[in-house]
């Protein structure tokens, strides 16, 4: 799934615009790219964990050339998946917490 399905499947479940689920969407990644970029971790119970995690410099080969060469430390996202969301794609599918909108 792209960010384009992602769009669709919140407006068609949401019963909103697409335009109103893009804006729902993006303010969404927005929020959690600014969280993580501010070392701050972001639980979302039944499906996951995501968090900032430094990760060493350390001592990799030069693929082409097999010479050694230094691998600068960098901070990654590191994704933790939660109970519901193992359960959904172990069972094949997910059951909705959402409560359902109202027109």
């Keep these: 799934?792209?960010?384009?399905?992602?769009?669709?499947?919140?407006?068609?479940?949401?019963?909103?615009?697409?335009?109103?689920?893009?804006?729902?969407?993006?303010?969404?990644?927005?929020?959690?790219?600014?969280?993580l970029a501010g070392g701050k971790k972001i639980s979302l119970v039944g499906f996951g964990n995501f968090k900032p995690a430094q990760r060493s410099a350390r001592m990799g080969r030069h693929p082409r050339t097999g010479a050694p060469m230094e691998i600068a430390a960098a901070t990654q996202v590191k994704f933790t998946p939660g109970k519901g969301l193992k359960d959904a794609v172990r069972d094949g599918e997910m059951e909705s917490k959402a409560p359902k909108s109202r027109k």
Aim: glycine share 0%; no cysteine.
């Design 1 to 35: 799934m792209n960010k384009q399905e992602l769009i669709d499947a919140v407006a068609a479940k949401t019963e909103v615009t697409k335009m109103a689920a893009r804006i729902a969407v993006d303010a969404f990644l927005e929020a959690v790219s600014t969280s």
